[in-house]
């Protein structure tokens, strides 16, 4: 689509949903004033893969599979989320060393996604130096997670009532050496973030966001927290191990980009300290308990804390061997208001860095499809939408 002119000085900037500056799709329609952004409208939903709707054709067991491909940065909490919200369903409790091996699994990944977001990030604000070098660092923790569950993107570490692997002390030796390293290249990665001019002028007083703004858009995740807003379901509502091995909320009232930065480099930190902990103290016992093909009527909701914020399951059961709904709230979907609301008034070169500040994913995110029919008032009906390959989906 071409750059549209709205008026004398007025031009709507279409960014997506194929597009360079994007590694997925999405499409933004962007009105400026010369530089200046007026106004952002987002389209989503190119990425819908129908998983929630396919769980139901699936056992509780294979669904896991499934839901945990959800997003490749975040695998391991899906299934997490899950497994705890079927193991409610059930009645049954993962052993307390499975609990630990969960939350040690979720600390790698959060490394291993915040690592990965700082990279994208400075590419988009043209510092692809640090991109090359976190990238770099980065294969640290994902060959940890390779060694630890033999895989590098969806580990599948979790069972419902479990999890599949014991970590030795040859993994634990391995993890220290990793995180040492690591822990020594975000001290630099801190100071480049806080310090360097040509990166400040990227990020400091851009995408400012208050408390009450943060509150009032539903912002979750370091987003929030970079606005002062004390919200972490690891620390308000443990589950796993979180109760036994608990994590320091970080909270910065910067309320700008460089807080955002600032927030992921110190809760890094905190990641190392927490997985230092549950390898000196791994409580002993099995590594899961049985749960039957059958899981009980009900209904549960699970909530953990993925790399970007809170993310929420909802699950209902009529007793039989398959889900029968499940529904996911990603945090991406909270946080995509905060760009629309505070992308007018800013420069149109902000507006990258403002978008990769939240961290997006949008296969995370992407549920529906919109069909705008302009120049009619008809309604679609699925007989047309099914032209377009759209099938129900409820």
Not at 160 to 172: R, Y
Not at 206 to 217: D, F, K, R, S, Y
Not at 343 to 362: E, S, T, V
Request: with cysteine; proline share 5%.
């Amino acid at each position: 689509m071409d750059m549209q002119q709205t008026s004398p000085k007025k031009f709507i900037v279409p960014i997506g949903p194929q597009h360079p500056a994007l590694k997925e799709p999405g499409h933004f329609e962007i009105e400026v004033d010369g530089e200046i952004v007026i106004s952002v409208s987002a389209r989503l939903g190119y990425v819908h893969r129908g998983i929630e709707k396919g769980v139901e054709g699936h056992n509780w067991a294979a669904s896991m599979y499934m839901l945990e491909r959800i997003c490749g940065i975040c695998s391991h909490v899906h299934a997490t989320a899950y497994a705890l919200g079927v193991e409610k369903l059930a009645g049954v409790t993962a052993p307390p060393r499975a609990q630990a091996i969960r939350e040690l699994v979720a600390e790698l990944e959060r490394v291993h996604s915040h690592l990965l977001w700082l990279g994208v990030a400075a590419h988009e604000g043209g510092f692809d130096t640090l991109f090359m070098y976190s990238w770099r660092d980065r294969e640290t923790v994902m060959d940890i997670l390779e060694s630890l569950t033999g895989n590098r993107v969806n580990y599948s570490a979790n069972l419902i009532g479990g999890v599949k692997f014991d970590v030795d002390d040859k993994h634990a030796d391995e993890i220290r050496r990793g995180i040492d390293f690591l822990e020594e290249r975000t001290k630099h990665y801190l100071t480049v973030v806080t310090t360097d001019e040509t990166f400040l002028r990227r990020t400091r007083g851009i995408g400012t966001m208050t408390n009450e703004q943060a509150e009032e858009l539903g912002a979750v995740g370091p987003v929030a927290r970079a606005s002062g807003v004390a919200r972490d379901v690891r620390v308000d509502a443990p589950y796993a191990a979180y109760a036994d091995f608990p994590v320091k909320m970080i909270v910065d009232e910067g309320c700008d980009l460089e807080a955002r930065f600032v927030v992921r480099m110190k809760e890094l930190f905190e990641c190392y300290r927490v997985i230092r902990e549950i390898l000196d103290k791994m409580p002993p016992g099995d590594l899961a308990v049985k749960v039957k093909p059958r899981v009980p009527a009900g209904e549960a909701i699970s909530r953990v804390e993925a790399p970007r914020g809170e993310l929420f399951y909802y699950l209902k059961s009529t007793g039989g061997t398959n889900p029968d709904r499940i529904k996911v709230r990603t945090p991406t979907l909270c946080n995509w208001g905060s760009v629309l609301a505070l992308a007018p008034g800013h420069k149109l070169a902000d507006i990258p860095m403002m978008l990769a500040g939240i961290d997006p994913c949008f296969s995370c995110n992407d549920r529906l499809v919109t069909i705008e029919r302009r120049g009619s008032a008809d309604t679609w009906t699925w007989a047309q939408l099914r032209q377009y390959g759209i099938e129900y989906y409820r």
